[in-house]
């Protein structure tokens, strides 16, 4: 069995992919461990950036989400009892878009399968990958459907197999990684709750940093720093909004709508890079080459930008024999993963420096807050970088 391109996992780099792959006439498989009932109910992200959702639409795989996704134009700080409203739209022209992961995957699933007749098969075991550095690389894995080994043979492989993959770990040692822990957990949560808030919510506590994160008009996402590490069991229904609203409190806002938590789990705050995302035949995309803490709400908005610049690669080489793409498709990707780590490990120093216990974190953090709200220059920069800057391509 031959196929162009196999693509491992289904996750939104891959099923991106996917459908670009599909739309220009390439062939491809994609092989993923999940069931298609597990992927299309994992929530996750939800934060798209504008060029993201364009980039989107422009291959016909935003219907959907146009119609379904919540605009965002305001976040709001608070610390010290009061609140600061941030208007980013205001500032740039550009906002948001709230879109639950879990809607986008199921949205993608059915436009690479069902509409644009790709395969997906679900539920493999034991991927495997061979012969990455020849020009004829081969995939094989356990199939749910026979329980045997089964050999794909293929052109490229596409590792978008996310942070618990296996297409990252057959890179060589020349590949550089780049690690970063920043010490500290989220306990991410789910609430059975509507939003408490019109928009996001950044908590800046000397307990420790919330975030407040609509994702429906039923489901609230939030966070709560914790100790990396911490046991999901140590946090009751009680201590959890307790926390939350002392955390979230502000004076003139009234206590937080408390609901049944339905997803509680730590996350170790801490992002990785792989250098270079290429190697052989295989190309890493999205949470497979990086890893980016959930901090400013960018993982998902990187996994689309590889996809975008990986599936039009490839179609440009397999179409036409354009190298180009493939060529410069690592350091174009770096370039706005490093921009993005950057951003993201300077509001972890916003988030966790009151908490942190020192003095001297404690009063660069509010030097930070205080110049976003008298700044005109810091508050346009980091407008900017929230939002995300389109491509310049
Ligand atoms: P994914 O989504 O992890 O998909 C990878 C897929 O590969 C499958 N898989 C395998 N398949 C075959 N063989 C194997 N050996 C396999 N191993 C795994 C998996 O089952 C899965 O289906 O990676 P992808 O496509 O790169 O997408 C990345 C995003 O999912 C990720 O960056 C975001 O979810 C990160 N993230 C957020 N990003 C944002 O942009 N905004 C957010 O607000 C945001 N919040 C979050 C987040 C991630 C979170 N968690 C739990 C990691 C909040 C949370 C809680």
């Known amino acids: 069995e031959h196929f162009p391109v196999v693509i491992v996992g289904a996750g939104p780099a891959g099923l991106t992919i996917g459908a670009i792959l599909r739309a220009a006439g390439v062939d491809c498989l994609v092989l993923e461990t999940e069931t298609r009932e597990f992927i299309e109910q994992r929530p996750r992200a939800g934060v798209l950036e504008e060029w993201a959702v364009r980039g989107l639409r422009q291959r016909g795989l935003a ?29 740039t022209g550009q906002h948001h878009f709230v879109y639950p992961q879990q809607f986008l995957v199921t949205d993608l699933v059915r436009e690479y399968a069902d509409v ?110 914790c100790p990396p590490g911490d046991d999901p069991e140590n946090w009751s229904h009680e201590r959890v909004w307790s926390e939350l609203q002392q955390r979230l409190g502000a004076a003139d806002r009234p ?29 890493l995309a999205g949470d497979a080459a990086h890893l980016t803490a959930p901090i400013a709400a960018k993982g998902m908005n990187l996994a689309l930008h590889d996809a975008y610049l990986l599936g039009d690669a490839l179609v440009a080489y397999l179409t036409k024999g354009e190298e ?38 404690a009063g660069t953090t509010f030097a930070r807050l205080r110049r976003l709200f008298t700044s005109p220059a810091a508050a346009a920069a980091f407008a900017e970088q929230y939002l995300g800057t389109a491509p310049a391509y």
Not at 63 to 87: W, Y
Not at 159 to 172: E, H, K, N, Q, S
């Open 63 to 91: 219907d959907n989400l146009t119609e379904r996704a919540q605009l965002h134009t305001e976040c709001e700080f608070r610390f010290g009892g009061e609140r600061f409203r941030f208007s980013y739209a205001e500032l």
């Open 116 to 225: 644009r007749g790709g395969e997906i098969r679900f539920g493999v075991r034991d991927v495997r990958l061979l012969d990455l550095d020849t020009s004829v690389p081969s995939v094989s894995y356990i199939s749910a459907r026979t329980g045997q080994r089964e050999v794909v043979r293929c052109d490229f492989v596409a590792g978008c197999d996310g942070a618990r993959g296996v297409t990252r770990t057959v890179l060589p040692p020349t590949a550089e990684i780049s690690r970063h822990d920043y010490g500290v957990g989220w306990l991410a949560l789910l609430a059975e709750a509507p939003p408490s808030n019109d928009c996001v919510v950044f908590g800046i506590h000397p307990n420790g940093f919330a975030g407040h994160m609509a994702r429906s008009p039923e489901v609230t996402r939030y966070y709560l720093e």
């Open 255 to 283: 206590s937080l709508t408390e609901g049944r938590l339905i997803e509680k789990r730590v996350l170790d705050m801490h992002n990785y890079i792989v250098e270079p995302m290429v190697f052989g035949r295989l190309f």
């Open 324 to 361: 180009s793409g493939l060529d410069a498709y690592s350091q174009t990707c770096l370039r706005r993963v490093w921009d993005y780590q950057e951003f993201s490990e300077w509001l972890s120093g916003v988030y966790h420096g009151t908490s942190s216990g020192d003095p001297y974190r």
